[in-house]
């Protein structure tokens, strides 16, 4: 057991890119075998990291840590482990991928070989991310998995997918470039790229606004955090089904978890500075966003710009520098992906039906396909926050924890929840009531059988995590508690200055 322990973590980042070279191996004409074999190894992959969450002790240090000398001139290390909030992360992404991979068997028909080694690598990306404790590692896979992603929305897209994937591309570039010049800054200063050693160490404020300034721009790009976020809705609307669910399931949570684990609590008086003016930022964006959903005609376009507005309140939490705040802001990070990973899955299957997003041509859909109803309507209810949905608990968290720190933006950012309702009920009202009508007719099919067993996990973790919200919160509590220790000492003084 200690050996597996010893190397489970590497185990669960680079088995889909064994998988990865599998199906590479596979001949292309074989598409069914393709998929199938993808969905298996993917699931294998999601079996594999539940090891992590039955093996976690939750001592607020990091778990499954493994080091290996990489590059040793520049004291590069191969150097990996998870607290709660990462142990979270990569469960959700483990979780996500191979429901995309299954949901894509009819959606995708051309390069499947292709589409499922993307998926495949883009995971263990995905994974890397979470785990690494190195900067440089960090990098390359923050790097890595620009180019699957980019893939994804640029060869299995929509009309305009060359452009979405070179505005997402440029947009993630431009930030990722300042980050690494602040993490060659460190490393020049400091002389590792250890984020344990550098934990310990202490950065003068001056140099702490600068580097807080390259990093938090990064971050910010891939949340997105207004006014960055214009890249978000032309890649959620080009990407396939696979894409929007992965980019808004998980790879927009890798800006919440950088701000969390590197710009917080590496430069806490910077981030003292720079806190009102992005609390700002967050409430715009809660606004923002549920404004502009509130006049969309298309349904996915309407469901991506409620992406900006939900991540806010996420941001909010963060930002609000309160224990319950953070705690409702990362548990809503988790509910985000969830629930609208299951709205752009929703989304996907009214397409392959009808070829059509736009509001206007649908309506009645309720009576034509009655499961489909409930599903998407459930799901709704878990998007706007209802009461024993996972989308209630975290949003309820948020509210309540930064009124005690932020009072007068939490009083404006709570008419998102109001808002978001409204474009939401609105969405349904519209597409699934009155008249029965599709662009092609009123005889389409309910859900397939393949259908509801992508739906089906989703909406038990909706309602588990709505109704048992302590199973997620437990490993939660102690990477906020050392955060915060963390912070402590610099945030006082700042504060006193």
């Known amino acids: 057991m200690e050996f597996i322990n010893n190397h489970i973590l590497s185990l669960v980042i680079f088995f889909p890119v064994a998988a990865a070279l599998i199906i590479m191996l596979l001949p292309r004409e074989e598409k069914t075998l393709i998929h199938r074999l993808g969905i298996l190894l993917a699931l294998i992959e999601f079996f594999i990291s539940l090891h992590l969450y039955f093996h976690f002790v939750g001592t607020g240090t990091f778990e499954y840590t493994e080091m290996l000398s990489w590059i040793p001139t520049w004291k590069i290390n191969y150097f990996v482990g998870i607290d709660g909030v990462s142990l979270l992360l990569i469960l959700l992404s483990t979780f996500l991928t191979p ?4 949901s894509a068997t009819h959606a995708v028909t051309t390069r499947v070989k292709e589409f499922v080694m993307a998926v495949l690598v883009l995971e ?26 980019y893939l994804l929305i640029g060869v299995w897209g929509g009309k305009r997918k060359i452009y979405a994937a070179l505005k997402f591309f440029i947009y993630t570039m431009a930030g990722s470039l300042l980050m690494l010049i602040a993490i060659l800054y ?4 400091t002389g590792t790229f250890s984020l344990v050693d550098l934990y310990e160490q202490g950065f003068d404020p001056a140099v702490q606004f600068w580097l807080f300034a390259a990093f938090a721009l990064a971050f910010a790009i891939k949340v997105p955090l207004f006014p960055l976020h214009t890249w978000l809705p032309d890649a959620h609307v080009e990407a396939p089904t696979a894409g929007s669910v992965i980019l808004a399931g998980v790879l927009l949570k890798m800006g919440t978890y950088g701000f969390f684990r590197f710009a917080m609590p590496l430069f806490p008086q910077a981030f003292i500075v720079f806190q009102p003016y992005l609390i700002f930022l967050s409430v715009v964006g809660i606004v923002y966003g549920a404004l502009v959903a509130m006049v969309q005609t298309d349904i996915k376009k309407l469901i991506a710009y409620s992406s900006v507005s939900h991540l806010g309140v996420v941001m909010l939490g963060l930002f609000a520098l309160d224990r319950t705040a953070m705690m409702g802001g990362l548990f809503q990070m988790l509910a985000h992906g969830i629930s609208t990973g299951a709205l752009f899955f929703l989304v996907g299957i009214i397409y392959e039906r009808t070829h059509s997003r736009a509001i206007a041509e649908h309506s009645g859909v309720m ?25 209630f608990v975290g949003e309820f968290l948020t509210l309540v924890g930064s009124f005690q720190t932020a009072r007068w933006p939490t009083i404006v950012a709570a008419s998102g929840v109001i808002l978001s309702a409204v474009y939401m009920l609105w969405m349904v009202e519209r597409v699934f009531y009155g008249e029965a009508k599709t ?11 393949r259908e509801i067993v992508v739906l089906v996990p989703l909406i038990v973790f ?11 919160m437990k490993t939660l509590d102690a990477p906020i508690e050392q955060l915060f220790m963390q912070m402590a000492g610099d945030v006082t003084d700042a504060e006193v200055k």
């Open 462 to 472: 909706i309602l588990w995590m709505g109704i048992m919200p302590k199973t997620f």
């Open 367 to 391: 009576k034509i396909m009655p499961w489909y109803g409930v599903v998407f309507v459930l799901v709704t209810m878990s998007s706007i926050g209802l009461p024993l949905t996972n989308g």
């Open 99 to 102: 429901l995309v991979l299954l």
């Open 439 to 449: 662009p092609v007719g009123i005889k389409i099919p309910d859900l397939s059988l």
């Open 186 to 189: 460190i490393y020049s200063k």
């Open 124 to 149: 263990a990306g995905m994974v890397g991310v979470f785990s690494a404790l190195d900067f440089f590692l960090f990098y390359v896979f923050w790097e890595v998995m620009l180019v699957p992603m």
